[in-house]
C-alpha cells in the first residue's frame, strides 16, 4: 500500500468527521473518495496533506508513518477546490512558487514551468492573471502548479465542482489521462457519483465519517456491500412491501429494497418469455430526459421507474403496460442483499 | 419609467444641494476670507513662528502616528483575518474604541494616566531621575504623539480587513503546503491582498491625523511648542481681533488644500484598486 490510512478518528468539537477510518491506496492509481456533504471524505484529503491532525490513527505514505511530517515535506501536491492560485502572481509565478522555495536553481525552475506548462496546454499563457483565464484554464494551473515540485502523490478537493456542465467532461477525460500519463498516485474528493465512475480505478465510499464500501466502480456498482451504498449509487429508488412483487420471497428482519431503473424490463405488449414473473402495471407519469424517457409505472401500489428509448413507440399515461423486474437489493440494517427474481432464474442475461 | 426619473432627479437636487450648503460653501468661504486681507497678508500669516511650529508638530505626530497605526493596523489585520484564536471577536472590538470615544475624553484618560496626577507619574519621575532626564509627556510632544495614534487607531485595520476576510485563508494554505514560512506566505501572498486597502487605510489615517483637535486640545497647551495646526487655528481665531481671524482662515486654508489633496488621492487609489490586475 502506497497511502494508507490506519484507525484513523478526527473530531471537531463534538462533531466527529473521521471515525476508525482504515483503507490503502496502491501505488499508481487513481482513487475517488465519494460520498455526501459532511460524510468527511474532505477531512480525509486534509489529513493525508497535512493540513488536519488526526485525534488518533497513522497516516503512511510510502511506508513512512506521516503523522509528525509537516505538510510541505510529505511530497504532495494538492489541487484545492476553488484552486487557490495566487491572484497577485502570474501564471508563471504560481507554477514557479514551489521551485522557488525548494531554492531550485533559476534555469531548471524555467525549464520545470515551461514543462509543465506545455504538458497543461497553457504555453503561451505564462503572463497572465488568474483573473484573466477561464475556469477551465484555472484548473489547469493549479494542476500545474500541484505537481511542480514531482511529488508522489496528487490529491484533489472537488476538482471539478467550480467548472461548467459542458467543461467538466472534456476535463475529467483530461485528468485521467494526465494522471495514467504521469503514474501518480491520486486521490480525489467528489460528491458526483458520475465523476467517480467515470474517472476513478477504485472509489472510497464515505458517509457519517466512516467508510462503507472500497472497490473498483463495477464493483460498486454491481455488489453494494451496505445499504447506504446500495441507494447512493446509481438510479436508486427505494420500495418498501417488495414482497408484494412476482418472483421475490421476503427476506427475514428486510423490509426495503432498492431498485434500479435497469434491472426493470417495460413492454406495451405481453412478453414472450417469462410469463408467469410479468407483472401489469399503469404507466403514472412519463418524463422526458434528453436521451431517453423515465416511465414511471404503479404495479400494486408500488411506483416503479423504467427508462424508455426514445425510439420506441410512446407509452400514454393511463395505459396498461407488462413490467419484469430483473433483480432487486433487499437490505435490513447492516446488509444488502442481491436477490434475482426466481420465477425468471433460466434464459436471459442481464449486464449493467 | 418616467416616475423612476423623476425620483432620480429629485434625488439628485437634494444630494447636491446639501453637499453644496454643507460642505463645499464653507470650504470655499474658508478660501475666500484667507485671501481677505490679500496675497501677502496670506504668505505672512502662514509663516509666522507660531505657524511654522505648529505645522512641524503636526506633521511630527501624524508622520509617526501613520507609522505605527500602519504596522500596528498590518498585524492586527493579519491576525484577525489569518489565524483563529480564543476572543478574536472580542480583539476585534476592542480595536475599534477609538471610533466610539470622543477624542476630549481620550485627552483627560492620558491626563490622568501621564499627567501629574496620573498613576504612572512616580515612575516617569524615577526614570527621570535615574538618567537625569526631563521626559514628560503631557503637555509635551510625547503627548501629542500618543493622543493622535490613539484617535487614529482603527484606521488601517479597519481598511484591510474586509478585504482579507473577502479572500479568505486558501492562498496561504495553498502556499504553507508548499513549503512556505509565516513571513514569506506574508510577503508574497498576503501583502499584496491588501495593498489597494493599506494605501487607502493610510491616507485616511493621515487625514484623521493631521485635523485631530479634541484629544490634542487636552494634552498640549503651550503655543509655539506643542501647538498643532488645528490648536494655532483655534488660538488665531479666539484671541478675536479683525486680522487674526483672518490668519486663522489663512492657517486653516493650509489644512484644506491638505484634505482636498488627501481626497484626490483617495479617489486615484479607489479607481486603481478597483481596476487593478487580480482581484477577481
Not at chain 1, 491572484?87 to 514543462?115: H, Q, S
Not at chain 1, 496528487?154 to 465542482?161: Q, T
Not at chain 2, 478660501?31 to 502662514?46: I, N, T
Request: charged letters at 20%.
Amino acid at each position: 500500500m502506497y497511502v494508507e490510512m490506519r484507525d484513523i478518528c478526527k473530531n471537531y468539537g463534538n462533531f466527529r468527521a473521521s471515525d476508525h477510518v482504515s483503507f490503502g491506496i496502491e501505488k499508481g492509481k487513481l482513487v475517488a473518495l465519494l460520498g455526501p456533504s459532511g460524510s468527511g471524505k474532505t477531512t480525509l484529503l486534509r489529513m493525508i496533506a497535512g493540513l488536519e491532525t488526526p485525534n488518533s490513527g497513522d497516516i503512511y505514505i510510502d511506508g513512512q508513518r506521516v503523522n509528525d511530517v509537516p505538510a510541505a515535506k510529505r511530497g504532495i501536491g494538492f489541487v484545492f477546490q476553488n484552486y487557490a492560485l495566487f491572484r497577485y502572481m502570474t501564471v508563471y509565478d504560481n507554477v514557479a512558487f514551489g521551485l522557488e522555495l525548494a531554492k531550485v536553481p533559476k534555469k531548471e525552475i524555467k525549464k520545470r514551468v515551461t514543462e509543465l506548462l506545455e504538458l497543461t496546454g497553457l504555453s503561451g499563457m505564462e503572463k497572465r492573471y488568474p483573473n484573466q483565464l477561464s475556469g477551465g484554464q484555472r484548473q489547469r494551473v493549479a494542476f500545474a502548479r500541484a505537481l511542480a515540485p514531482n511529488p508522489q502523490v496528487l490529491l484533489l478537493d472537488e476538482p471539478f465542482a467550480a467548472i461548467d456542465a459542458k467543461v467538466r467532461t472534456e476535463l475529467r477525460n483530461w485528468l485521467r489521462e494526465m494522471v495514467v500519463k504521469l503514474g501518480i498516485t491520486s486521490i480525489f474528493v467528489t460528491h458526483d457519483q458520475d465523476e467517480a465512475v467515470e474517472v476513478a480505478d477504485e472509489i472510497i465510499i464515505t458517509n457519517h465519517g466512516h467508510i462503507e464500501q472500497m472497490g473498483t466502480p463495477m464493483e460498486i456498482y454491481k455488489s453494494p456491500d451496505t445499504p447506504f451504498v446500495a441507494q447512493f449509487i446509481g438510479r436508486s429508488s427505494i420500495v418498501e412491501h417488495y414482497e408484494r412483487l412476482l418472483g421475490f420471497d421476503p427476506v427475514e428482519g428486510a423490509t426495503h429494497a432498492v431498485i434500479r431503473p435497469e434491472f426493470v424490463r417495460m413492454s406495451r405488449s405481453e412478453p414472450p418469455q417469462h410469463m408467469s414473473a410479468a407483472e401489469r402495471g399503469i404507466v403514472k407519469d412519463v418524463i422526458f430526459r434528453g436521451n431517453h424517457l423515465d416511465v414511471v409505472v404503479d404495479v400494486g401500489g408500488i411506483p416503479i421507474v423504467t427508462e424508455r428509448s426514445l425510439e420506441k413507440d410512446p407509452v400514454e399515461i393511463g395505459e396498461q403496460v407488462y413490467v419484469l423486474i430483473y433483480r432487486l437489493y433487499i437490505f435490513d440494517e447492516n446488509q444488502t442483499y442481491l436477490v434475482e427474481n426466481k420465477e425468471m432464474q433460466e434464459g436471459e442475461v442481464f449486464y449493467i | 419609467m418616467e416616475q423612476k426619473k423623476s425620483t432620480k432627479y429629485i434625488l439628485i437636487a437634494i444630494s447636491v444641494l446639501f453637499i453644496f450648503v454643507m460642505l463645499i460653501l464653507p470650504l470655499f468661504s474658508i478660501l475666500f476670507s484667507a485671501l481677505k486681507e490679500g496675497f501677502a497678508f496670506y504668505l505672512q500669516a502662514v509663516t509666522t513662528e507660531y505657524v511654522r511650529s505648529a505645522l512641524l508638530v503636526t506633521l511630527l505626530a501624524t508622520v509617526i502616528a501613520v507609522v505605527v497605526n500602519t504596522f500596528f493596523g498590518i498585524m492586527a489585520a493579519w491576525l484577525l483575518t489569518k489565524f483563529s484564536f480564543r476572543g478574536k471577536q472580542v480583539l476585534a472590538t476592542l480595536i475599534d474604541i477609538p471610533f466610539s470615544i470622543s477624542p476630549v475624553i481620550v485627552g483627560l484618560a492620558f491626563l490622568m494616566t501621564f499627567g501629574r496626577l496620573g498613576w504612572t507619574y512616580p515612575a516617569i519621575r524615577a526614570i527621570n531621575q535615574f538618567f537625569g532626564t526631563n521626559i514628560r509627556i503631557t503637555f509635551a510632544l510625547p503627548g501629542v504623539v500618543l493622543a493622535t495614534i490613539f484617535v487614529t487607531f482603527p484606521f488601517v485595520s479597519r481598511e484591510i480587513i474586509p478585504i482579507l476576510n473577502a479572500q479568505g485563508k486558501d492562498e496561504e494554505e495553498a502556499a504553507a503546503l508548499m513549503g512556505a514560512g509565516g513571513f514569506t506566505i506574508f510577503r508574497k501572498i498576503t501583502l499584496p491582498q491588501m495593498k489597494w486597502g493599506l494605501i487607502y487605510g493610510i491616507i485616511l489615517c493621515t487625514a484623521r491625523a493631521l485635523g485631530e483637535f479634541g484629544a490634542v486640545n487636552a494634552l498640549s497647551k503651550t503655543r509655539g511648542q506643542t501647538f498643532t495646526l488645528p490648536l494655532e487655528i483655534d488660538a488665531l481665531y479666539m484671541s478675536g481681533t479683525d486680522t487674526s481671524i483672518t490668519s486663522a482662515f489663512a492657517v486653516s486654508s493650509i489644512l484644506v488644500i491638505i484634505a482636498v489633496i488627501v481626497l484626490i488621492l483617495r479617489n486615484i487609489f479607489e479607481y486603481r484598486s478597483k481596476n487593478s490586475k487580480g482581484i477577481q
